[in-house]
């Protein structure tokens, strides 16, 4: 077992690699706090994406959001942009990777 400890929120921004982060930032992070989202391959593929974007919805100050695209097929990119920005419409969007194994930028 790791005993690696990771921060999931530092200075406004919200890190959620994986389904624990996402599990703890909705226990511990207060949503207020939170102006800028980070949500990793992980933690999409394990949550659900729509399942996701919808609990996510909590942090109603997000001005950034930021979404590592390793899982999501090309043809699916622009549709999965728009969820986000539908939850967060004051937000601007990027895309990221995670350079995840079986991932399309992984090794």
């Not at 530092?10 to 102006?35: C, M, Q, S, T």
């Not at 959001?65 to 999501?72: G, Q, T, W």
């Not at 942009?81 to 399309?104: C, I, Q, V």
């Given at each position: ?13 919200l ?11 909705l ?37 950034e959001?930021e ?41």
């Amino acid at each position: 077992m790791s005993t690696e400890t990771r921060i999931i929120f530092h200075d406004g921004k919200l890190f959620l690699w994986d389904e624990i982060d996402y599990n703890e930032a909705l226990i511990n992070v207060e949503p207020g706090a939170v102006r800028s989202l980070r949500v990793g391959a992980k933690c999409y593929s394990c949550v659900g994406l729509e399942k996701l974007i919808s609990e996510l919805a909590i942090y109603n100050n997000v001005t950034e959001v930021e979404v590592a695209d390793d899982r999501i097929q090309d043809e699916d990119m622009a549709h999965t942009r728009s969820l986000f920005l539908e939850k967060f419409p004051s937000a601007t969007f990027k895309w990221s990777y995670d350079s995840l194994a079986g991932g399309k930028h992984g090794r």
